[in-house]
């Protein structure tokens, strides 16, 4: 397990930024390759031979015009992270995770996942030639099951949630002496996903939305990105300006939403959790103090939303905008359109909602 010695949390990796900021900067940007690999400066990638290249990052950050005049908030924007390879978000982590352990000398992969973290996983680990494992819920959706297989990789289901998974997983890690790449048990998995925020901050001409709408399981996404706004203002790219951060679960699986709410520092484990959206139904995140860190300190909230919610507000989104999101896409709308309806959110703030999948994936949910 890759996690600090002394109180078994997870690592982050640093950076020589202000050698990175001699290289990094907005010039620069403009002639480099459209992928997250841009960044190199700020990723923990140190020879050519292991950035793997399947096409990840520079997704679009599409406006929803239609879409934010029909729920009052004009300026809403959505990062559609469905047109990564394995057609979600995870390729960011995965691929940086999956890069690293081969340059670090790694023969073998696991991972418990959901779902898109497998794929993501699968693709990458057969791009170099590892063997990988995989370890799902029994009742994960069977395209995530053929994706893995079809990629070359060993799946196993497992009568359980995925916090189930990683017991397997930890288990056959200590067994076998494969490489772990579980969500936040390594640290490289955050490295690719705050590409997000750099992204977001080129793409809106280099300025920071007012709100960021993130669905949260295990929560790498948004501690990336609050990572990346850090890094990014130490660069002297930003000032001291942050978005506030909006961490969206569902009502059936909400741990940091209850933690928010009672004003913990550690998000207690969520009893009998369920969820149609796979990658919310988290009952225990090993990163849950910086997801909340992270929220408090922008001014941020968490938000629960029903999973019949979710289904409903994403054909509102394909309806407006030809996007066909994942449940937990469609979950940002929701609990968008919930701070609108309270006044916390306000009609003229911009606001970036995050489809970090693709529909397709989930098609049975709306068959």
């Known amino acids: 397990m890759n996690l600090c010695p002394a109180c078994e949390k997870p690592l982050l990796a640093r950076y020589d930024l202000t050698e990175a900021a001699r290289t990094l900067t907005r010039d620069s ?51 559609d992270e469905s047109l990564n390879p ?13 890069g690293r352990a081969f340059e670090l000398g790694a023969t073998e992969l696991a991972i418990p996942s959901a779902g898109n973290a497998a794929g993501a996983l699968s693709a990458y680990a057969a791009k170099v030639g590892l063997p990988a494992h995989v370890y799902m819920p029994q009742d994960v959706p069977s395209a995530f099951r053929v994706e893995c297989s079809n990629l ?20 056959k890690v200590a067994q076998h002496g494969w490489f772990d790449v579980s969500t936040l048990k390594e640290p490289y998995r955050i490295e690719g996903k705050k590409t997000m925020g750099y992204e977001i901050w ?31 203002e130490q660069l002297g790219l930003i000032g001291g300006e942050r978005p506030r951060m909006v961490s969206v679960q569902s009502t059936g699986c909400a741990p940091i939403v209850r933690a928010m709410e009672q004003g913990t520092e550690f998000a ?5 959790a369920r969820s149609l959206a796979d990658g919310l139904r988290v009952p225990s995140a090993v990163g849950d103090f910086l997801m909340l860190r992270a929220v408090r300190e922008s001014g941020g909230t968490a938000v629960a939303v029903e999973d019949e919610v979710m289904l409903h507000e994403a054909k509102r989104i394909g309806r ?8 937990e896409g469609a979950a940002t709308l929701a609990a968008q359109i919930q701070l609108l309806e309270s006044g916390w959110l306000g009609g003229d703030e911009t606001v970036v909602l995050f489809n970090t999948g693709s529909g397709l994936k989930y098609a049975h949910l709306w068959a």
Not at 51 to 63: A, F, K, M, S, V
Not at 215 to 228: E, N, R, Y
Not at 320 to 327: A, I, K, L
Request: hydrophobic share 40%.
């Open 202 to 232: 080129e793409q809106l001409g280099w300025q920071l939305p007012d709100v960021i709408f993130y669905p949260t399981g295990g929560g790498t996404g948004l501690v990336g990105m609050w990572k990346a706004f850090d890094e990014m």
């Open 29 to 79: 940007l403009a002639k480099r390759e459209s992928s997250l690999w841009r960044y190199e400066e700020v990723l923990p990638i140190q020879t050519r031979a292991a950035q793997i290249r399947l096409g990840e990052g520079w997704t679009p950050l599409l406006h929803a015009q239609a879409l934010g005049e029909e729920i009052g908030c004009p300026n809403t924007l959505i990062k």
């Open 152 to 171: 070359g990789a060993e799946v196993t289901l497992v009568d359980g949630l995925i916090t189930d998974c990683g017991a397997k997983v930890r288990e």
């Open 86 to 98: 394995t057609g979600s978000f995870k390729a960011r982590g995965l691929v940086m995770a999956v």
């Open 320 to 327: 407006c905008t030809g996007v066909f999101p994942c449940p």
């Open 268 to 272: 207690e484990p969520w009893e009998g």
